[in-house]
């Protein structure tokens, strides 16, 4: 039975400060100088660090996330608790106790245990589901996407070049040295990655993907609740990939536009934008399609001030154009709507639909430093590997956005909610899958997409709702079967 592996309490050496002090004023100024430092470098910087890790963990109100672009803040909660509510230090202290008594996570006994008689498992495929903390959790463990391409790419060479069997352990471990040397040093998630997906993953060549694909044994994905997704993409693209362009600062964007290099041109997203200056406006209109808005079934006409009269676009209502951005799945060259079709449906196709006998394991975005810590200490690495990094706010430039609405009413979330269904079939297949989440903690995460959604849970048996088909018939039979004008 695999176990991991836990780092030894250190043992300070015992000095008599006589002793020391007798060496000190032997020396001459400078070594004695070097000495100081050195002395207080080994022996009294590990006391700092080991109260700096106390505060850390027990006061709860450092530890919040900002990151990967996240556009509306408070979706990095508080750590432990994305309710933010005062609970978050009973959490933080339980999780603490549960690390520091030298058990386990229960989940990892299932998730290693099967891949014990393979050499360097678990082989891990890091999937990156935009908007959802991937690049906080990337700079924080840190995850050098550079060093993982280079090896995975020097790996293909090897086992491909040679005239010798050689393990894929072996191939890795050659590799991992000549193209990222210190990583000896790094976290184990990281000396675990073998493969790093995000959107198109245009470094990869489609065979390195396919043999990343082919020999990973566990599948790691980012996740967030798909509305707040959905929101945090739309204050993206609305601000990074429309202003930028339309105000002309980014001159390589705009002459990509002039030469029509973009999908579509842009057209199609001054279209969008001028039907929905935010994210309310677009759930509003989706409401009405989906006839959810018995106050005002009012369906906005696509405004005409459009200088390219040959776009399709135009013969859409403005709902209609929503409802299709949203729904679909990932088509080719949406380089502008990546975060919207890259969806969790998306990259299921693209890997976990291959690799259906891989373990999967999930961060979160509302817990992301817990999980991401519960996986380092089940592959043998410290409880404290990140708690620097927990206290760090990292952003895309966010808090600069002009446009950071948030949905506000029930009404709203349902609206997305029937626009995403069969995005949001793929999400739930994800959290109930995953090794690393337990029974509560997935009904947790449903709990809120399901309050969101305005889901009865009471209206289905327990089968259904957990069924591969849950979602579909919740649009069809019970919320979003009225639409209108399509």
Known sequence: ??????????????????????????????????????????????????????????????IVHHGDDDDDDDAFRTMGNPHGDNSSRQALAG???????????????????????????????????????????????????????????????????????????DAKSTCLSRHYPRHHKAAKLTNHILAHKHLWSALYKPHEMEFAIRHSDTILITTRNP???????FNYHRNELVETILRGNNQELKKMIQNERLFAGNGMKEIFYNCFPDVREMAEELARIFHLNHNNDTITSIPHNNSNPAIVYNQMTCGQLAHRLLSR??????????????????????????????????????????????IEVALGGSERAFIASAKKSVSHGSERYQVTAKLESETQKRAVCCAIYDDLQAYQDIIMSALNLSDEDKKEMMQMVWKDCGVNIEDYEEGVVNGPMFWEEWFVKKSCNNIKSR
Not at 5 to 29: C, D, G
Not at 227 to 233: G, L, M, P, Q, T
Request: charged share 15%; glycine share 4%.
């Open 1 to 62: 039975m695999a176990m991991p592996v836990h780092p030894p309490t250190p043992i300070s050496p015992v000095h008599s400060s006589s002793n020391t002090a007798r060496k000190f004023r032997q020396l001459p100024l400078v070594p004695a100088l070097l000495f100081l430092s050195t002395y207080s470098f080994l022996y009294i910087r590990p006391i700092l660090e080991s109260f700096a890790a106390k505060s850390v963990w027990l006061d709860h109100t450092s």
């Open 95 to 169: 999780y603490k106790l549960h690390r520091s008594n030298g058990t386990e996570p229960h989940w990892s006994h299932q998730w290693l245990d099967g891949l014990a008689t393979t050499k360097g498992a678990p082989y891990i495929l890091y999937v990156h589901v935009g908007k959802t903390g991937g690049i906080t959790l990337e700079r924080g463990v840190p995850i050098p996407t550079p060093a993982i391409i280079q090896t995975l790419q020097c790996i293909v060479a090897q086992l491909n070049s040679t005239q010798h069997h050689i393990a894929l352990h």
């Open 227 to 233: 509305v707040d997704r959905i929101v945090s993409a």
């Open 329 to 374: 799945t990932h088509p080719k060259r949406t380089a502008e709507w990546s975060h919207y079709s890259s969806n969790y449906r998306w990259y299921t196709k693209l890997t976990w639909d291959k690799r259906p006998d891989a373990a999967v394991l999930v961060i979160r975005t509302e817990y992301l430093w817990e999980d991401a810590t519960e």
